[in-house]
């Protein structure tokens, strides 16, 4: 069965530095996510992609994120100027776009901010 | 606005007994509701969906949830309960109509006792 796949599966930054985590959704699928999970908490939704732009993002994804889709595969979430509180699990998302379909989820990035 | 609760952060059974993961939503318009696992270091793998008809959903795993407008619930149920069910489980809504963006509760963990 076709899957979401992340890389890294963890990732440890020094604070103020830029990172990138990255993602191939599964390829015949249309939409694009990005959730967190802080550790001990729920998941939370970050930004959702369609048509090469950006459809959907919480008040947590300020200026400090960005998302691209640079070739017709990947789909990338790069944090500048990290911080602390930015350590938490990164999960990447895709679905069809059938309003019935479920978001297939990756295994996630760990991201440890030092 | 939509919002899950998932009262219970714990829930433990004993193997082959009925088990069942509470979950409430709420949402300006009609729910799609989904149920997602979360086994350790691992992403969020989808179990079952409410979209529309029967209020009773079967999914993977011998999993049923029960939607219930009337109680804005949709519980998680499984007949006879196995040791390798213990995992983290997530409910999550999102609106039928608009943005994709999922909301999930908080997460109960479930431990099946031999």
């Known amino acids: 069965e076709p899957e979401v796949t992340q890389t890294p599966s963890h990732q440890v930054t020094q604070m103020g530095q830029e990172v990138i985590l990255r993602c191939v959704p599964i390829?015949?699928?249309?939409?694009f996510y990005w959730y967190r999970q802080i550790l001990g908490q729920k998941v939370e939704f970050l930004v959702s992609?369609?048509?090469?732009?950006?459809?959907?993002k919480s008040e947590i994804f300020d200026d400090q994120f960005s998302v691209e889709r640079p070739d017709g595969s990947n789909f990338t979430l790069k944090i500048r100027s990290t911080k602390l509180e930015d350590s938490a699990m990164y999960f990447c998302?895709?679905?069809?776009?059938?309003?019935?379909?479920?978001?297939?989820f990756g295994d996630g990035t760990r991201l440890s901010i030092l | 606005a939509q919002s899950v609760a998932q009262p219970e952060d714990q829930v433990n059974v004993a193997e082959g007994n009925p088990l069942t993961v509470k979950c409430t939503y709420s949402?300006?318009?009609?729910?799609?509701l989904f149920w997602y696992v979360q086994y350790p270091n691992r992403g969020l793998q989808f179990l079952l969906k409410?979209?529309?008809?029967?209020?009773l959903v079967k999914g993977s795993y011998g999993f049923e949830a029960e939607f219930n407008k009337s109680q804005t619930s949709f519980h998680l149920k499984k007949p006879s309960a196995l040791v390798s069910d213990s995992a983290l489980y997530f409910c999550?809504?999102?609106?039928?109509?608009?943005?994709?963006?999922?909301?999930f509760g908080t997460g109960t963990r479930l431990t099946i006792i031999p």
């Open positions: 949402v300006s318009g009609n729910p799609y």
């Open positions: 998302a895709s679905s069809s776009g059938v309003s019935n379909q479920p978001q297939h």
């Open positions: 390829s015949n699928h249309l939409y």
């Open positions: 409410y979209i529309t008809g029967d209020n």
């Open positions: 992609f369609y048509n090469n732009e950006i459809s959907e």
């Open positions: 999550a809504v999102r609106e039928d109509f608009g943005n994709e963006k999922l909301t």
